[in-house]
Structure formats: structure tokens, C-alpha cells
């Protein structure tokens, strides 16, 4: 195994990942990334003096026992990192406010009966049945395939709930009671509850809720920055500018991959680690990644983001202020959705905010705080048609300081020493992710578990990792693919 080589295009958390134990077992890896830094989506950049996280605020699975850990442990890093526990997430509706207990799911679900006493029966049997189906998926899938074809009677609550939306789930639990619907949608997706998959929550739930979530010390970069170093220490190389801009193949196979600088990269495996739609376009040969069952082109991709990076005055901060507060401006999650993807936010707004400085103050100047405005927004073709100019996003800006000042007392704008922001289009233009996806593809019906692209392609020796494919999207999920690819190659 050891003589075998692989490269990985793309050093996100997928290719990062990937590379790291491939390295560590003694193959001989190349990973090439478009950016002068890897880390794609997992970075984070200094600012006089203050550190801001570029996109992600929290990371799940970071105990011992969990996956994600596991690939730590394998790595030897599993010491370097030091994961603060998130406490609890303040979510503001219009009317009402609940603080959400993330520990486990017992204690997200107490959360929940407190704020909704007479909802407590109902709470506690879509809590089982939740939990159940969680651990029914993660049986399933690790199942033989004799098992799996059992399917209806060995895991009949995944079989029955297989095709459920979340909201048919809710409606059937709650029926019609939009304020608790909407605080169960409070999970880190971008979906509605009539779209999202009751199988991507169940997971969720068995693997996020399980035992917390945690921010890395010194900010997320320290994750995607300590896999690098890993991939150095063991001989592996890392090439930044390295665009990829053909994808040679050949007879089923991929004979080299090159760079837009002309060089060119051999290898015995390839892993594609970025937006498979556009990988799919840099083949020579020009063929389908997949065949028709994984069609890329029939997938839909998550909304994307409007980010502001705030560097505020300690003092401008209220009293108890959390790490975590999520801000939604509309009643009803499903109008909240439509008004995020078509860019018109007096219809619906949910913007996250975050101050990593809370739980590690070496990452703001003292008396001072590193804050991140997270604003789920369009792709990057619609919010550009709506804010086409920088006044546009000016006038937004403004507003949505207002919208946060007028909901929970905090005036960002008169106290920040300065802001800088991206958009869906820096995003696109960042990470080449479709439209600026947060999360890849949807957790849409039909786009979790089985029904995401598998890690094998259609040639022989091409792997596709990341947030489009499976398991699922988010930094765990996407450091997942990158073990799994490792593991087939190490099998062969
Ligand atoms: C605003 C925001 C907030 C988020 N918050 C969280 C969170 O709190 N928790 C969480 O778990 N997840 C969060 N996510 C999602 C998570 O960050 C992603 O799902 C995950 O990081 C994706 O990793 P990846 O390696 O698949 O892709 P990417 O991070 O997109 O990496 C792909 C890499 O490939 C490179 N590349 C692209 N094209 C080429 C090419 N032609 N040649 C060479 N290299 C190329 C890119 O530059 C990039 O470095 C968030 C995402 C966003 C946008």
C-alpha cells in the first residue's frame, strides 16, 4: 500500500481530511488547492488584532466515542485540539424566545417543555421516535446487505418514516402550532420542515444532539491548519494556487490531473474534493460522474450566506449576551425560507450570531470582541440581481444592524471599530461551491443517506468527497467522506 500515491484536489475539511490519513499511513499524497490557504470553508483571518472564523460556528461529534474524534484519535491530534462546549443557543421569534440546550437530546427536549408545558407528552413522543429512527439509520447503514434488503422488518420505523418530510412529522406531533414547529426547526439547516428530510433531523439527532457542540480554542482554523501540519509531518505535499483545470481520463480510468499553471499530476488514485458539478465539467472525456441514478444536475443546492465580521467595542455588548443567538423576523419557517431564497427580507429573515471572543478571549484585543453575523441569504445569481451594487448591500446592511438593534438591544453599528463582509459571491468565488451552497446539496427528500452521490465514481480510480456527497454536508460530515475515501483506498 505504502508505494501507492494518491492526489486530492481540494484542501477543504473533505480533501484535508482524506490526505491527513492517507499520509499517515504511509501512501504518498499529493493535495492541490485553487486558494493561496487551505482549509476552504474551515478558515478564519486576522484583523488588528481580532480573528474571525470565516463561515462555521460550532462543530459536533468532538467527544471520545464519536467519528469525528475517532479520526483525531488515528491522526495523534486528538490532545492538540481543545473543543470549549458550546452552552446553550438563544433563539428569538417574533412573540417568544427559547433557549435551546444542545448537551443531549434529554436536555434539548426539556428545553423545549419548559418553554411549551402543555406540548410536554407530545415533546417526549416525537422525542422517541426521533432517537429511534436516528439509531435505526446509523444500524442500517452499517448493515449487510442481507439485512438491508430486510429492510421493512428489521428497521420498520426507518422504513415507515424513510419518505417523511419534517414538517408532516411535526404537523402529525403538533398540529399546527407554529411557535414550538418553528423552535424544532432550529437545527443547523437551511431547509423548511416541508422540505427537509425527517431522516437528515433523526441523524442529526443521533449524532449532534448525542453529546454537544463544541468551538475549537484559538477559532476553527485550528482544525483544517492542525490536518495540514499532519499531512506535512508525514511526508505528504501540499501545493496551494493550484487551480485544476482539466481532469484527464481515459478507458474508465483518470490517466493525470492539470493545473491552470500548466503542471501536471499523476497518480495511482484521484480524489475530487470539491463542487462535483464543476468537476464533472473539467473532464477531458466529457461523461457523467455518475450514472442516472446520482444525475448531479437534478440535485438542489443549499442557500448561501451573507456574513459580517464585526469587531466590536466590549461595552456595546448587553448583559448575558450568549455565544449563540439566532434571530428569526418571520412567523412561519416556511415563508421564512421562500423570502430567504428569493432575497426579500421585510418577508423573513434568520441571521446567526456569534461571538467566539465569549469563549476565548485571546481571539479580540482586551475589552473588546470578535462577532460574526451569519445572514442565510440567496444563491449568489439571485442576491446579486437584488443587491447588484455596494450601495445596495450598504442599505442592507444598515437594515439588518437596525433588525438586531430593534430585537435584542445590541447596536453593532454605533460600536464596531470596523466590519467587513462577504457575500454569496465571495463564497462562490472563495471555494467554487455551486451558487455559493453553504452546505453542497440540499438535505432535501431524496438528497440524504443512499439518495446523496456515492464516494465512487463511474472511474476506476476516481473518488468524490466533500459536502455534496455522502454521509452528509457540514464539517463533520465532510471530514467523514474524507475517512471513508481514505479507507477504501488503504482497503484496496
Ligand atoms: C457561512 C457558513 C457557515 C457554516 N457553518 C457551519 C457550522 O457551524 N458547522 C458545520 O458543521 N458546518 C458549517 N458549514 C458547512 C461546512 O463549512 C461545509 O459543509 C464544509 O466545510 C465543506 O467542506 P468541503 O471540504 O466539502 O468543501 P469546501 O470547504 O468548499 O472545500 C473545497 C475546496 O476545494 C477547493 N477547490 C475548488 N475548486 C478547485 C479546483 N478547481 N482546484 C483546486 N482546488 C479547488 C476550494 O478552494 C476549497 O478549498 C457552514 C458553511 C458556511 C458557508
Given amino acids: 500500500m505504502a508505494d501507492q500515491s494518491v492526489v486530492i484536489m481540494g484542501g477543504g475539511m473533505a480533501g484535508l481530511t482524506a490526505a491527513a490519513l492517507l499520509s499517515k499511513r504511509g501512501l504518498q499524497v499529493t493535495l492541490l488547492e485553487k486558494e493561496e490557504k487551505t482549509g476552504g470553508y474551515v478558515t478564519g483571518f486576522r484583523r488588528h488584532g481580532f480573528y474571525f472564523d470565516a463561515t462555521g460556528a460550532f462543530l459536533a461529534a468532538c467527544k471520545p ?3 469525528f474524534h475517532a479520526i483525531f484519535r488515528e491522526l495523534g491530534i486528538a490532545e492538540d485540539l481543545d473543543f470549549l462546549p458550546i452552552p446553550a443557543i438563544r433563539n428569538i421569534y417574533p412573540g417568544f ?5 444542545y448537551r443531549n437530546p434529554a436536555a434539548y427536549v426539556d428545553s423545549l417543555a419548559q418553554r411549551f408545558p402543555p406540548a410536554r407528552e407530545a415533546l417526549a413522543a416525537y422525542s422517541r421516535l426521533t432517537a429511534k429512527l436516528g439509531r435505526q439509520f446509523l444500524a442500517f447503514e452499517k448493515a449487510p446487505l442481507w439485512k438491508k434488503v430486510l429492510l421493512p422488518l428489521l428497521y420498520p420505523t426507518l422504513f415507515r418514516c424513510a419518505r417523511h418530510s419534517h414538517g408532516t412529522i411535526l404537523q402529525r406531533f403538533f398540529k399546527g402550532n407554529q411557535d414550538i414547529i418553528h423552535a424544532l426547526s432550529a437545527l443547523p439547516t437551511t431547509l423548511p420542515p416541508s422540505q427537509l428530510s425527517y431522516i437528515f433531523v433523526a441523524v442529526l439527532w443521533a449524532k449532534v444532539l ?4 463544541f468551538y475549537p480554542r484559538g477559532g476553527m482554523v485550528q482544525v483544517t491548519d492542525t490536518l495540514r501540519r499532519v499531512i ?9 494556487d493550484q487551480e485544476i ?8 480510468r483518470v490517466e493525470a490531473v492539470l493545473s491552470r499553471d500548466g503542471s501536471r499530476h499523476e497518480a495511482d488514485w484521484y480524489i475530487g474534493a470539491m463542487n462535483p458539478i464543476r468537476g464533472q465539467a473539467l473532464l477531458a472525456e466529457s461523461m457523467p460522474l455518475y450514472s442516472k441514478v446520482f444525475d448531479l444536475q437534478r440535485y438542489t443546492v443549499s442557500p448561501s450566506a451573507l456574513l459580517f465580521y464585526v469587531a466590536l467595542n466590549g461595552e456595546a455588548l448587553p448583559a448575558d449576551w450568549p455565544y449563540f443567538v439566532s434571530l428569526h423576523t418571520s412567523e412561519d419557517a416556511e415563508m421564512e425560507a421562500e423570502a430567504i431564497n428569493r432575497g426579500i427580507y421585510k418577508n423573513g429573515l434568520h441571521l446567526v450570531i456569534t461571538t467566539p471572543s465569549l469563549l476565548d478571549p485571546q481571539l479580540a484585543p482586551a475589552g473588546c470582541h470578535a462577532m460574526k453575523i451569519l445572514v442565510h441569504a440567496p444563491h449568489a445569481s439571485v442576491f446579486a440581481e437584488e443587491f447588484p451594487d455596494k450601495a445596495d448591500i450598504d442599505r442592507l446592511q444598515a437594515e439588518i444592524f437596525a433588525i438586531i438593534k430593534e430585537k435584542t438591544g445590541l447596536d453593532a453599528a454605533s460600536h464596531s471599530l470596523f466590519t467587513i463582509r462577504a457575500t454569496p459571491r465571495t463564497l462562490l468565488e472563495r471555494t467554487g461551491n455551486e451558487e455559493g451552497a453553504m452546505y453542497g446539496f440540499d438535505s432535501a427528500l431524496g438528497q440524504v443517506g443512499p439518495g446523496r452521490p456515492p464516494l465512487a465514481t463511474r472511474l476506476d480510480n476516481l473518488l468524490w468527497i466533500g459536502h455534496y456527497n455522502r454521509p452528509a454536508h457540514g464539517i463533520v460530515g465532510s471530514a467523514l467522506s474524507g475517512c471513508f475515501a481514505a479507507n477504501i483506498i488503504s482497503s484496496k
Fill in 65 to 67: 466515542g464519536s467519528e
Fill in 97 to 101: 424566545e427559547i433557549q435551546l440546550d
Fill in 210 to 213: 448525542r453529546d454537544g457542540v
Fill in 232 to 240: 506535512l509531518a508525514h511526508g505528504g505535499k501540499v501545493q496551494t
Fill in 245 to 252: 483545470s482539466l481532469i484527464k481520463n481515459r478507458d474508465n
